[in-house]
């Protein structure tokens, strides 16, 4: 953790380095200690895998974003921290559905709404989290039934995300066509009990 937050300048939860060797987990940090965190072991429900996309033409900078995240924090009106508030509760409620294996349109619900949560904060905190590029992708690519929720990753950016999708229903090729048109791709690291792992095509 500590060589982590010196390579990116004081910024950044860790939250990657911690997954890294303890495997999936809820994070919680501490406002009092801000470098203090309670991770408590997590599970995705067997009904449900991630499929990861990346691609785009641009990257993004972790620092910059978190940086630009936590002046707006400091800055921001009591409407904008409530936003933020939101977003909390939202987390809250779509860790919540996932560990009681809730109802899939409800979860389904929660996804949406967390993408225009986030899409909000980064238009009123100037840190563009969710880039106009990705923001359109992930809304058509929510509209297909089987798909629950798509998601930026970490602090943001415009280069990858996550698509949450139905295990038995969802379908690489079905995603690969809506994406080629943003030229965006399917990752071929996919998510099994024993960690990420390449899948390599013949």
């Known amino acids: 953790m500590d060589a982590h937050q010196r390579a990116q300048g004081g910024v950044g939860s860790g939250y990657d380095i911690i997954t890294g060797v303890f495997g999936s987990c809820v994070y919680q940090r501490d406002p009092s200690a801000p470098l203090c965190c309670r991770c408590s072991p997590f599970h995705l429900p067997e009904s449900l895998v991630v499929v990861f996309g990346y691609g785009g033409s641009k990257s993004s900078s972790t620092p910059l974003l978190v940086r630009r995240i936590k002046e707006w924090r400091q800055q921001s009106s009591a409407e904008e921290r409530e936003l933020w508030s939101e977003y909390s509760r939202n987390n809250e409620a779509i860790i919540a559905m996932m560990l009681g294996e809730g109802d899939r349109a409800a ?18 905190s100037g840190s563009n989290i969710v880039s106009d590029e990705v923001y359109e992708l992930m809304k058509r690519t929510n509209e297909v039934d089987w798909v629950v929720g798509c998601m930026i990753a970490g602090a943001g950016g415009a280069d990858s995300f996550y698509c949450l999708c139905d295990a038995e229903r969802w379908s690489a090729d079905a995603i690969e066509t809506i994406w080629k048109d943003w030229d965006y791709h ?17």
């Open 107 to 124: 979860l389904k619900q929660l996804y949406v709404a967390k993408l225009e949560i986030v899409r909000r904060i980064g238009v009123v």
């Open 186 to 202: 399917v990752s071929p690291v996919q998510v099994w009990e024993q960690g990420l792992t390449l899948v390599c095509q013949e």
